[in-house]
């Protein structure tokens, strides 16, 4: 991984982490879990899927294919439902990172399983989480936990390096389920020049600025998955417009019902 911090050591040199994460609008952590812990983290995910799923609202879970539990794509609120992804999320290593990297107090806002199921799984359109957060100011950060071996050809994350550092950019509607906005006008020949591929493995975190364009590739393995944990936390610092952002979340629930996708 390129500007890689040791998982195990990061509380250490807190100082280079904030660094690398402040240049570039990301940072990579090998090993933020332990092999052990990853383990537990599936089995928790693979419990989960098969007790809470059937339980939860239609517009929490996401499939490439809708009535096809094998095309199980996204899952929004883990720890909304569950004891185990509460503790993950609040009071945890995941929750001091984010304090060190937002220079201040969290909020936990989400957590989301994410996949892509082989040969089907979309590609994740390039975009900036800020565009959907609707914050001012814009003062947050999105982690993304590898739960198996991810490169290219299953879809890895890809970082354009310094895009926080300037204005958001035009968002477009997509087709993309679980990504409706995406950025306009990308594909720049300095996005192109600025983007950063992340191949990892179990255990590893990926951290970026709300502002940080990033984009994956479909998943073109025939056998392959490609599943992960999502963790969001917004500065306290950072205000929502929460009438603009409930607007927005129910006319895609009513749009994305309507097109038979959830």
């Given amino acids: 991984m390129t500007n890689t911090v040791d998982g195990q050591l990061w509380h250490d040199q807190p100082q280079h982490a904030l660094e690398a ?6 940072l990579a952590l090998s090993g933020f879990l332990t092999a052990a812990e990853v383990e537990e ?29 094998d095309t199980l794509k996204q899952i929004i609120g883990l720890f909304n439902h569950d004891t185990y992804f ?27 399983y994410f996949n892509k199921p082989p040969t089907i799984g979309k590609a994740t359109p390039p975009h900036q989480d800020g565009y959907y957060f609707m914050l001012d100011p814009c003062e947050a950060l999105t982690m993304w936990l590898a739960l198996e071996d991810v490169d290219e050809e299953n879809g890895c994350v890809r970082y354009v390096r310094g895009s926080h550092l300037l204005p958001l ?11 409706s906005q995406g950025v306009t006008d990308y594909g720049t020949p ?16 990926l951290i970026h600025n709300a502002l940080t364009i ?8 025939p056998t392959r998955t490609r599943q992960a944990l999502g ?20 006319r895609l629930a009513a749009e994305m019902k309507a097109k038979g996708k959830i």
């Fill in 21 to 26: 994460y402040t240049r570039d609008g990301y």
């Fill in 169 to 179: 950019r035009p968002h477009g509607r997509t087709q993309t389920l679980g990504f």
């Fill in 231 to 250: 963790f969001i936390y917004y500065s306290e610092r950072a205000k929502v417009d929460e009438a603009a952002h409930a607007a927005y979340q129910k």
């Fill in 86 to 112: 509460h503790r993950l999320m609040f009071g945890s290593r995941f929750e001091k990172l984010a304090e060190l990297l937002l220079q201040g107090p969290v909020v936990g806002k989400n957590m989301q």
């Fill in 214 to 221: 990033h984009r994956a590739d479909a998943n073109r393995s």
């Fill in 190 to 205: 300095q996005d192109l020049a600025d983007e950063v591929a992340f191949p990892a493995q179990p255990g590893d975190l």
């Fill in 41 to 69: 983290t599936r089995q928790s995910v693979a419990r989960f899927i098969s007790e809470r799923v059937p339980q939860l609202p239609r517009e929490q879970v996401f499939y490439e294919t809708l009535g096809q539990p």
